[in-house]
């Protein structure tokens, strides 16, 4: 087995997609580079999203930064082909290692949220894995949206507020909306206190979950519950 089959099934690749060069970059004053590029083979066809073959219409190279090889970037490399539809159009064909638009690899951007999920600082971060902490925030918030539009909030029966600040002494510069039974974040409020958010009386969710408020006396006087 040589290097470019053995790498192809480390990334997990299948046909058409295969490994066909690895090179290493070492240059004076450089960070060193693992570099793998990946192909396909003359002729092959690629999978609209309705399940239809398509030809390949052209090539467009494109870049993306996967996890490190030891302590070494690395960096995959694909003309990815445009392709011909049925109807007549033309789109980039989907990559199986990254999603569209990214420029980072799947698995480099699971190991990122990985990281801020154990309640490590985007700038450490972003440190470890060698890029801008902007870069972090866009696929942190990528996710973070895609989670949202998924969840379905109508299930929600009860509901804990809590109010909290960023700086000493000042009172109310964010709610946050807990979930109770699964202690799970709805949803924060900045720059609005809890006693503002008492006096409005109903929290909706979702157009068909309307919440009422009630103070419950066994809490803090900053705390309520729907």
């Not at 053995?6 to 060069?21: D, I, K, R, S, Y």
Request: hydrophobic content about 35%.
């Amino acid at each position: 087995m040589n290097s470019d089959a053995l790498f192809g099934m480390a990334l997990g690749l299948q046909e058409p997609w295969e490994v066909t060069e690895v090179s290493f970059k070492a240059e004076a004053g450089q960070r060193p580079e693992l570099h793998l590029r990946i192909g396909f083979a003359s002729g092959s066809k690629f999978k609209y999203d309705a399940g239809v073959d398509c030809a390949v219409h052209d090539t467009l190279e494109r870049q993306w930064q996967h996890l490190n090889f030891f302590e070494h970037r690395c960096f995959l490399h694909c003309r990815v082909p445009p392709i011909s539809t049925s109807d007549g159009r033309v789109r980039n064909a989907d990559v199986p290692w990254s999603r569209a638009g990214s420029c980072f690899t799947l698995l480099f951007e699971a190991f990122a949220l990985a990281l801020i999920e154990r309640e490590m600082p985007v700038s450490r971060v972003a440190q470890i894995l060698g890029v801008t902490p902007q870069r972090i925030w866009t696929v942190f918030a990528h996710w973070v949206d895609k989670t949202r539009l998924a969840d379905d909030p109508s299930s929600i029966t009860k509901l804990g507020v809590d109010e909290t600040s960023s700086k000493k002494g000042h009172s109310g510069d964010c709610t946050d909306y807990v979930w109770d039974s699964r202690n799970r974040l709805v949803q924060i409020k900045q720059n609005q206190t809890i006693s503002a958010t008492y006096s409005q009386g109903l929290y909706r969710v979702s157009p068909a979950t309307p919440l009422q408020m009630h103070k419950t006396p066994a809490h803090s006087p900053s705390r309520y519950h729907y």
